[in-house]
C-alpha cells in the first residue's frame, strides 16, 4: 500500500513538474545558441533572406558569418579599418553591406567572402545600412547628418538626402521601396521619398534620441527605438503615432518586426530583449541571457528564432516560434 501511495505521490510530483516546465515564462529561457567568436561588443546582427546564413558586425572590425543550422563561424571578413556598425543582405543573400565607424561601406561577396566594393563619400561614421526591396539601391545613414543613396551595381552615389540637424543612427525602406525612414540624434523620424529625395513628414513624439526605425511587413507601420526607453508605432500614411509601448529601463538601440507583423523585439542597453504584441501593444515576454548591453535583434525569415547582439560580445539565438 505505501508502495502504491509513493508511486502515486511521485507521478503527481512528475506531473506538477511537467506542467511547471510547460508554464515556464520565455523571460526563464535560455537561448538555443550562444556564438562565440568576436573579441569586442557586437553591434549589429543581419539574417540572410534564405535563412542560412547570420552575419554580425563587431567593434573588432570584423564581420563573421555564421552558419545558422549547426552555429558555427563560416567566414571573417576583414578589411574595415574601425568597428562595424552595421551589416545588411542584399534580397538575393549574395552580397553583404557593411558599414563602419572608418566612414566606409563595403559590400561583400557572401558566397566567397572577397570584398566586391568599398563606398566612401561620409564625412564621418556611418551608423546604418538598408538595401530597397529591388537590391539595386543601398541607403546609408551618417554620423555628418546625411542619408545617401547608392547604386549597387556602380557603387556610384545616387543621392543625398539632407534635413537632419544631427547623427542619422538608423534606416529602413518600405516593403515596397517607395518610402526611406531615418531616425536621428535629432530626436526625430524623418520619412522620405525615394523618388525624388524629398522629405515627406517628420515624426515628432520621442523625447530623445531615435536609435532604431523599421517598418511593418505590410508597410502600413513604422516603429521606432529610442534613448527615451520607449518603442513608439506610427501610422505611416498620417504620420501619427499609434502607441507607445513602455517596459524597458534603459535605452532602447533596437527594433524589428517578426516576418508576420505580428511580434515586435526590442533590445536594450538594459541587458534585455522584449517582445511585443503589436496588436495589443503588451508585453509578451522579456528574454534575459545577455550580461550587458543587447545592440541588435532580428528574427529569422521563418520567424522562429530571434538574434541578438550584445556589448557582452556575444550573439544569442533565442526560440520565438510559440511566441508565447
Not at 208 to 227: H, I
Request: hydrophobic letters at 35%; charged letters at 20%; aromatic letters at 6%.
Amino acid at each position: 500500500m505505501k508502495t502504491n501511495v509513493g508511486r502515486m505521490l511521485g507521478a503527481m510530483w512528475l506531473c506538477v513538474a511537467c506542467l511547471g516546465l510547460l508554464l515556464l515564462p520565455l523571460s526563464a529561457q535560455e537561448p538555443k545558441i550562444a556564438l562565440k567568436g568576436h573579441t569586442k561588443p557586437v553591434w549589429s546582427v543581419a539574417y540572410s533572406p534564405d535563412g542560412k546564413t547570420l552575419a554580425s558586425g563587431s567593434n573588432d572590425k570584423t564581420i563573421k558569418l555564421w552558419d545558422v543550422t549547426t552555429g558555427k563561424e563560416q567566414a571573417s571578413l576583414q578589411g574595415h579599418t574601425d568597428g562595424v556598425m552595421s551589416v545588411a543582405f542584399s534580397p538575393d543573400s549574395k552580397t553583404l553591406a557593411s558599414a563602419s565607424y572608418d566612414q566606409a561601406i563595403m559590400l561583400w561577396d557572401v558566397a566567397t567572402g572577397k570584398e566586391q566594393a568599398t563606398l566612401m563619400g561620409h564625412t564621418q561614421q556611418v551608423r546604418s545600412v538598408s538595401y530597397s526591396p529591388d537590391g539595386k539601391t543601398l541607403a546609408s545613414g551618417s554620423g555628418d547628418h546625411t542619408i545617401k543613396l547608392w547604386d549597387v551595381a556602380t557603387g556610384k552615389e545616387q543621392a543625398t538626402l539632407k534635413g537632419h540637424i544631427a547623427a542619422v543612427w538608423s534606416v529602413s525602406y518600405s516593403p515596397d521601396g517607395k518610402t526611406l525612414a531615418s531616425g536621428s540624434l535629432d530626436d526625430t523620424i524623418k520619412l522620405w521619398d525615394v523618388a525624388t529625395g524629398k522629405e515627406q513628414a517628420t515624426l515628432k513624439g520621442h523625447s530623445r534620441f531615435v536609435t532604431s526605425v523599421v517598418f511593418s511587413p505590410d508597410g502600413k507601420t513604422l516603429a521606432s527605438g529610442s534613448s527615451d526607453q520607449t518603442i513608439r508605432l506610427w501610422d505611416v500614411a498620417t504620420g501619427k503615432e499609434k502607441a507607445t509601448l513602455k517596459g524597458h529601463t534603459g535605452e532602447v538601440v533596437s527594433v524589428a518586426y517578426r516576418p508576420d507583423g505580428k511580434m515586435l523585439a526590442s533590445g536594450s542597453y538594459d541587458q534585455t530583449i522584449k517582445l511585443w504584441n503589436v496588436e495589443t501593444g503588451k508585453e509578451q515576454a522579456t528574454l534575459k541571457g545577455h550580461t550587458n548591453q543587447v545592440y541588435s535583434v532580428a528574427f529569422s525569415p521563418d520567424g522562429k528564432t530571434l538574434a541578438s547582439g550584445s556589448w557582452d560580445g556575444t550573439i544569442k539565438l533565442w526560440d520565438v516560434a510559440s511566441g508565447k
